[in-house]
């Protein structure tokens, strides 16, 4: 067959080497060949090593990523959609110990891939605290969503986590707090949350503050339950909308250790949509055992988000006050 004919029939580059459009030039390219785990062209070994433990990073490549004098360029890890999640985090977690972020992930093609992902931290950890320098001057949360598999059916639960915000250094912005002293919350005051429904929870609260929320979206689950292909990409920007999460939302997204690639990408995509782009990441030991969730939670709106927070504020301000301070 000639070659003209071999262009006729198809032509080109083969799809598998299409970079996604958003993904830079001189990022890496981690990938399968067959049975082989390749950075670019060079061969670092069989595929199958990434599920040895994939909590910890794989050495060859994340020497070959270590030895690029382009690694600050970042990483594509185009990998088929279905590989399971820990193959992908496994290199995730690898190319952030080299060096070689920010990272892309997903499969060659015309459709840009998640990212790019830098996995940087959104709050301080405070285990000391002077009152003049870092007290509480609001509230904020975390959102951390999880991507479940048993018996062949995937879902996606989330929970938002209920922090402190306090002063930030040298008059900066305001950041979320961890591990804060209770002598932060002198001072703490319900008038400082906007939101009037959670500043009327937070003036009738009192009792012992809960600070992880179940989220349940319009329908009772935050995404439908899944059996085949996930269908969540779609349904994630309005159950996040109708719960008033801010695209500025701090997020983690974590995923059991089979769940195929391409669900957790469709994950990854709903919240881009949604205005989050650059989440934590982190993996979730191998079958949690648990059956897919009934959809019956009963956190639906902005304003169940809002008189929960209230609540969890007004909570930790009475669970910290002096007896000569309680009204």
């Known amino acids: 067959m000639t070659l003209l004919a071999l262009l006729a029939c198809g032509g080109g580059a083969p799809p598998e080497r299409v970079r996604p459009p958003n993904v830079a030039t001189a990022a890496a390219h981690v990938h399968y060949s067959g049975n082989a785990l390749l950075l670019d062209d060079r061969e670092l070994g069989p595929s199958r090593a990434l599920l040895d433990d994939p909590t910890r990073s794989h050495a060859p490549l994340k020497e070959a990523l270590s030895g690029r004098s382009d690694r600050e360029a ?57 009152p003049e320098g870092v007290p509480v001057v609001g509230m904020g949360h975390r959102l951390t969503f999880e991507t479940q598999m048993h018996a062949g059916t995937r879902w996606v639960s989330a929970t938002l986590r209920f922090l402190p915000r306090v002063a930030g250094e040298d008059g900066g912005e305001p950041v979320l707090a961890e591990l804060l002293p209770e002598s932060c919350w002198r001072g703490a005051a319900c008038a400082q949350l906007a939101d009037a429904t959670a500043r009327e929870a ?51 997204v974590m ?3 089979p769940v195929p690639l391409g669900d957790v990408l469709q994950l990854l995509g709903g919240l881009a949509d949604h205005g989050i782009t650059d989440p934590q990441i982190g993996l979730l030991n191998m079958g949690s055992g648990e059956p897919e969730p009934t959809c019956d939670l009963p956190v639906r709106t902005a304003a169940d988000v ?22």
Not at 92 to 98: F, M
Not at 207 to 230: F, Q, T
Not at 309 to 318: N, P, S
């Open 74 to 130: 970042g990483v594509w890890i185009g990998l088929p959609t279905n590989a399971t999640w820990s193959e992908a985090r496994a290199v995730l977690l690898t190319a952030g110990e080299a060096g070689a972020m920010p990272a892309w992930i997903g499969p060659p093609g015309d459709a840009p891939a998640t990212g790019p992902l830098t996995n940087s931290t959104s709050t301080r950890t405070l285990v000391s605290c002077d």
């Open 202 to 252: 937070c003036e009738a609260a009192s009792g012992a503050p809960v600070s992880r929320l179940p989220l349940g979206g319009p329908a009772g689950c935050i995404a439908p339950v899944a059996k085949g292909e996930a269908q969540w990409r779609a349904a994630l920007p309005a159950s996040l909308t109708a719960l008033g999460i801010e695209p500025t939302t701090p997020t983690m």
């Open 255 to 257: 995923a059991d250790e």
């Open 306 to 327: 809002a008189k929960a927070a209230g609540t969890w504020y007004g909570a930790m301000i009475a669970r910290t006050r002096t007896p000569e301070e309680t009204p």
